[in-house]
Structures are given as structure tokens and as C-alpha cells.
């Protein structure tokens, strides 16, 4: 079972910035497809954005155009860049690991403790 650590949420106003990191434990790291996750408060938890081992990637349309999913199979690590932040994408982010491009939220086990983004209008 992978560890999943995720950090560089914050804090932001409208039309910010922020890069998000996961850091994934563990030797196998290149074979597993890494997703982003939100949950909101009171809402279930989404596939925000997804990379597979060849780098291909999916998001949410709400998303397109201004979140940057990408990896570094040497670092064990996917990051989130975001960009143009919206009050809407505030929520608790979280990273997964799997071996297939499906990106189910009910398919994981287990989650890390995420990391918090909160945009102020």
C-alpha cells in the first residue's frame, strides 16, 4: 500500500496561483496513473484532473484551460499546477495512485490526508 503525502495548498484570492505536490512512496511509482481529487464540503469527491504512464492526461471541464496536471517518474511525485483560482475550487485536495486510467474515487482504498485550498472572491 502506497503512502501519499500532498502539500502547497493555501490561502488565495481569486485569479491566483497555486502548485500543488504528491509525493507517492515506494519503488513503483512509474507504473501507477495519478489522479487529483476535491472534495468540498457537504459535496462527494471528484476526479479533478488525471496522468497516465505515457503522460496522457484527463480533466474535469471545469478545470480545462487552467489546472496543469504533470509528473516526474524520478521524484515519486505528481503536481497540480493551478492557475486562475476560482472560489469554487475551494476544497480539501488529495492525490491517488492506480493501476488503470479510471479514475474512481470509490476505487481507492485509502487516502492521504490531503491539502487544503480556500479561494477568497
Known amino acids: 500500500q502506497v503512502q501519499l503525502v500532498e502539500s502547497g495548498g493555501g490561502t488565495v484570492v481569486s485569479g491566483e496561483s497555486l502548485r500543488l505536490s504528491c509525493v507517492v512512496s515506494g519503488d513503483y511509482f512509474r507504473i501507477y496513473a495519478m489522479g487529483w481529487f476535491r472534495q468540498a464540503p457537504g459535496r462527494q469527491r471528484e476526479l479533478v484532473a488525471g496522468?497516465?504512464?505515457?503522460?496522457?492526461?484527463k480533466y474535469v471541464d471545469s478545470v480545462k484551460g487552467r489546472f496543469t496536471i504533470s509528473r516526474d517518474d524520478n521524484k515519486n511525485t505528481v503536481y497540480l499546477q493551478m492557475t486562475n483560482l476560482k472560489p469554487e475550487d475551494t476544497a480539501v485536495y488529495y492525490c491517488?495512485?492506480?493501476?488503470?486510467?479510471?479514475?474512481?474515487?470509490?476505487?481507492?482504498?485509502?487516502w492521504g490526508q490531503g491539502t487544503q485550498v480556500t479561494v477568497s472572491p
Open positions: 496522468i497516465g504512464t505515457s503522460g496522457s492526461t
Open positions: 491517488n495512485a492506480g493501476l488503470y486510467e479510471t479514475y474512481d474515487p470509490d476505487s481507492y482504498i485509502s
